[in-house]
């Protein structure tokens, strides 16, 4: 399916006869450059010229980094702080990729499995290297399970349940962001008027949902291999 | 012509079948979890965290569903083929 109107198409089309990949793939790469030149435009903005009393655009900014880093405390607990750049990272990336999707003649890079792939591989591999560098060697206890004559067992669990993460991650993103997409689509083909637009609405709601289930279950992830096993 | 028909029941009949469960599923945690918040207001934040995670989890559920009924749709494997035993019908 290639998206009817987006307004980067000229850059999109040249780099798909670049790189010979799909029409998808090569508008998902287009918007995610997008999206990196917006959110480093806006962190520009924000933290360009900070005074004491914050007002307009750093005073918004304040807002969302100080709501993200309360619900970082308050699932991970105060030592999940030094995770914040990563999972506020993420958390907006995805947020703002998500939310773009819904303005006519753009397209959601998070539609696209690749970015969220890579998005979830991110997260994989930041828990086991967060794991190795706070347990050293006895990490691999996380993977023996409690009782110790059923370890052998509990280990190909453990490797088959670490290994659904990502691709569950990746799934669920992708599934929710393109299924709005082409139920957009459908809708849109069959009434043009008005019909699409609680769906729209519905997508909002998608979207930051979405971002929130992505940023709790990366946190929860690595406080899991932040604590103790038992 | 009838491999065509059979992807698309198919994949109606998946789509239908996976949401079922994750209905179901999905209604018995908002339940419980609108009946906690009735009893303890006071712990409304900490319920609906955990039945976020809870919900996100069931969703994967329906979504594996579409993902596989989005393949036999748009990405079938099969459909080079059924194509080309069909162009051999055809002759």
Redesign the interface.
């Known amino acids: 399916?290639v998206h009817p109107l987006l307004f980067l198409q000229f850059i999109s089309s040249k780099l798909q006869a670049l790189l010979h990949i799909g029409g998808e793939a090569a508008n998902a790469i287009v918007y995610t450059w997008l999206v990196i030149i917006l959110l480093f435009a806006l962190s520009k903005l924000a933290t360009g010229s900070m005074k004491m009393v914050p007002s307009g655009i750093q005073n918004f900014m304040e807002v969302v980094i100080d709501g993200v880093e309360n619900m970082v405390v308050?699932?991970m607990g105060p030592h999940g702080r030094s995770y914040f750049p990563l999972i506020a990272t993420l958390a907006i990336f995805i947020l703002v990729s998500n939310l773009i999707g819904l303005i006519p003649g753009f397209y959601p890079p998070t539609a696209n499995i690749n970015t969220t792939a890579a998005c979830a591989v991110i997260v994989f591999l930041s828990t086991h290297i967060v794991g190795l560098k706070q347990h050293g060697f006895h990490y691999l206890k996380h993977f023996l399970g409690p009782i110790w004559w059923l370890a052998p067992v509990m280990f190909f669990i453990e490797v088959i349940g670490h290994l659904s993460r990502p691709v569950?991650l990746t799934?669920?993103l992708?599934?929710?962001m393109?299924?709005h997409e082409?139920v957009l689509m459908i809708f849109f083909g069959l009434a043009p008027f008005l019909v699409p637009l609680p769906m729209m609405l519905m997508g909002v709601l998608v979207s930051f949902?979405q971002a929130?289930?992505f940023m709790?279950?990366a946190m929860?992830y690595i406080h899991g291999s932040l604590e103790e096993a038992h | 012509m009838s491999f065509f028909s059979m992807c698309i029941l198919a994949a109606g009949i998946g789509m239908a079948l996976g949401t079922i469960g994750t209905g179901l599923g999905q209604g018995f945690a908002v339940s419980r979890a609108v009946e906690g918040v009735s009893r303890n207001p006071g712990a409304s934040?900490k319920i609906l965290?955990t039945m976020?995670?809870g919900l996100?989890?069931i969703?994967?559920l329906a979504?594996?569903a579409?993902?596989v009924s989005?393949i036999i749709l748009?990405a079938n494997p099969y459909k080079d083929i059924a194509v080309k035993a069909l162009e051999t019908v055809a002759k």
Do not use: D, K, Q
């Open positions: 399916m308050e699932t569950s799934l669920r992708f599934g929710n393109n299924g082409l949902i929130f289930v709790l279950l929860i | 934040g965290t976020m995670i996100a989890m969703e994967s979504i594996y579409l993902v989005l748009y």
